[in-house]
């Protein structure tokens, strides 16, 4: 039996959209204090370390991010993010799990880059409220 190989010709190059954030990062991040309440306004900052790293043939990554001091105070965490493309549509989708809710995968954000922008639904179907998601590199 052999394996079987998506051929690249078959692929889109915004497989390649990520491809900016392989690597080893130290990463700052930003997040409302309760996303459960429909009214906060106030946000966070925290930061994390993060490796991330392609998968199956380079339609897909992880992205494995080390919370050393949550903002809330809470113990540490790892998070996990899978990003999967889909070349039939053009779109990504993206997953987060994390150790603060052992064995739970998010329901997946989905969307696309415009130009040098990630466009993505704007709501995220997670636990919480709607949060937009939209973000350029920063480089």
């Known amino acids: 039996m052999s394996a079987v190989t998506p051929s690249v010709a078959d692929m889109s190059p915004s497989q390649h959209d990520f ?62 993010t899978l990003r999967l493309f889909d070349p039939h549509d053009e779109t990504w989708r993206i997953w987060w799990s994390s150790t603060r809710a052992p064995g739970v995968l998010d329901t997946p954000v989905e969307g696309r880059f415009d130009g040098d922008r990630g466009v993505f639904d704007p709501t995220r179907r997670s636990r919480a409220r709607p949060q937009p998601r939209s973000g350029a590199p920063d480089t």
Request: net charge negative; proline share 10%.
């Open 19 to 80: 491809d900016f954030v392989f690597g080893q990062w130290s990463v700052r991040n930003r997040k409302l204090v309760d996303v459960t309440d429909p009214t906060c306004d106030e946000w966070v900052e925290f930061d994390a370390s993060s490796v991330v790293g392609p998968i199956l043939t380079g339609i897909g990554h992880t992205d494995e991010m080390t919370v050393p001091e949550p903002a809330d105070g809470g113990p540490p965490f790892v998070g996990f």
